[in-house]
């Protein structure tokens, strides 16, 4: 098996960094740009719309709904934060969060039959 190491990526996808409503067309150019940016950066990705919320600084409960972007990559740390700092201006926030956790991985694939 193959070490690599799986990144997902969190980003808000409602509001801008001074909390101004995204508008849809906004959202739209982000999603193309950062799809075809984190296909061609790691050969694929897996997408996902998210629902979650935060504790702001005076102890609200933030709800929001969110992207999740997961790469699994060999390529290094450094690249992957500049992914992760593009995918952020592109929805303009002031902050995403990205995870990491080194995995095993094998592709299954379909096995040609015996003659």
Same mark, same amino acid.
Request: proline letters at 1%; aromatic letters at 10%; glycine letters at 6%.
């Given at each position: 098996?193959?070490?690599?190491?799986?990144?997902?990526?969190?980003?808000?996808?409602?509001?801008?960094?001074?909390?101004?409503?995204?508008?849809?067309? !906004?959202? &739209?150019? @982000?999603? *193309? =740009?950062?799809?075809?940016?984190?296909?061609? %950066? #790691?050969?694929?990705?897996?997408?996902?719309?998210?629902?979650?919320?935060?504790?702001?600084?005076?102890?609200?409960?933030?709800?929001?709904?969110?992207?999740?972007?997961?790469?699994?990559?060999? !390529?290094? &740390?450094? @690249?992957? *934060? =500049?992914?992760?700092?593009?995918?952020?201006? %592109? #929805?303009?926030?002031?902050?995403?969060?990205?995870?990491?956790?080194?995995?095993?991985?094998?592709?299954?694939?379909?096995?040609?039959?015996?003659?």
């Amino acid at each position: 098996m193959k070490h690599t190491t799986c990144y997902v990526l969190y980003v808000g996808s409602e509001k801008d960094a001074s909390g101004r409503a995204l508008p849809a067309e !906004v959202i &739209a150019h @982000a999603l *193309r =740009r950062i799809e075809h940016l984190t296909a061609s %950066a #790691f050969g694929g990705y897996t997408f996902a719309e998210a629902y979650g919320g935060w504790m702001n600084d005076v102890g609200t409960l933030v709800r929001e709904r969110s992207y999740r972007f997961e790469v699994v990559t060999d !390529v290094s &740390a450094a @690249a992957v *934060r =500049r992914w992760a700092d593009t995918v952020r201006v %592109a #929805f303009e926030q002031g902050s995403v969060l990205l995870t990491s956790h080194t995995q095993a991985q094998e592709m299954v694939e379909e096995q040609a039959a015996a003659a």
